[in-house]
């Protein structure tokens, strides 16, 4: 990931933390994932890259469930479950 792309994860990942509402083009809901649960948008205008933090914003923690490049339009099944099992895993944990 290019240094410009991680300045911005990282400033969006703050704002979040700060208790900020952030909405498109930045943030975009995924309740296929489990309610809550938001994916960041990062784009890198230099290189085109594209990449996605998958997580859960709570009220003490951001759950970050995945971070990967974004190669294609449709987010894969495979990301969607391993999500689903890292948010489930989480779940279980906080009982």
Same mark, same amino acid.
């Given at each position: *990931?290019?240094?410009?792309?991680?300045? &911005?994860?990282? =400033?969006?990942?703050?704002?979040? &933390?700060? /208790?900020?509402?952030? /909405? *498109?083009?930045?943030?975009?809901? *995924?309740?296929?994932? /489990?309610?809550? $649960?938001?994916?960041?948008?990062? @784009?890198?205008? %230099? @290189?085109?890259?594209?990449?996605?933090?998958?997580?859960?914003?709570?009220?003490?923690?951001? $759950?970050?469930?995945? =971070? =990967?490049? !974004? !190669?294609?339009?449709?987010?894969?099944?495979?990301?969607?479950? +391993?999500? !689903? &099992?890292? +948010?489930?895993? =989480? %779940?279980?944990?906080?009982?």
């Amino acid at each position: *990931m290019p240094e410009a792309a991680r300045v &911005q994860a990282g =400033f969006l990942l703050r704002s979040l &933390q700060r /208790g900020d509402q952030l /909405g *498109m083009p930045h943030v975009r809901p *995924m309740p296929s994932i /489990g309610p809550g $649960v938001v994916e960041l948008r990062i @784009t890198d205008g %230099a @290189t085109n890259g594209e990449w996605r933090i998958v997580l859960k914003p709570e009220r003490d923690v951001i $759950v970050v469930l995945h =971070f =990967f490049q !974004k !190669k294609t339009q449709k987010t894969p099944q495979s990301v969607l479950d +391993l999500c !689903k &099992q890292r +948010l489930a895993a =989480f %779940a279980q944990a906080r009982r």
